[in-house]
């Protein structure tokens, strides 16, 4: 089970986008992570008339490795640390400060 999954909310905190927060978008395999409006990069799109694609310079998000993120505790309006406890025979997330769990 990973500390980070799609849709949470989390925050830069290392990096040229330090302090800047977002949701997950997409988790990668390699440890990495999609998150919206941060670490945004231009790419050279070429037009696709096929597909109605319009050519130009496209602005996206770009990976950011997963140590980098800390997830947002919306309580305490505070980084936190993710932990994992058994409750009612299912592995849950929990915030390592309050000890409540992440409702994602």
Do not use: C, Y
């Not at 986008?17 to 977002?22: A, D, I, V, Y």
């Not at 978008?25 to 694609?53: C, E, F, T, W, Y």
């Amino acid at each position: 089970m990973k500390k980070l999954r799609s849709g949470d909310d989390v925050i830069v905190i290392a990096g040229k986008n330090k302090g800047s927060r977002g949701k997950i978008l997409k988790v990668l395999v390699d440890g990495r992570a999609i998150v919206s409006g941060v670490n945004m990069m231009k790419k050279h799109q070429k037009p696709n008339p096929n597909l109605q694609i319009a050519g130009g310079i496209v602005e996206k998000e770009a990976p950011i490795d997963a140590s980098n993120l800390a997830i947002w505790n919306s309580e305490t309006s505070k980084a936190d640390r993710v932990g994992f406890q058994i409750i009612d025979g299912q592995k849950k997330r929990i915030f390592k400060s309050s000890g409540k769990t992440i409702e994602s």
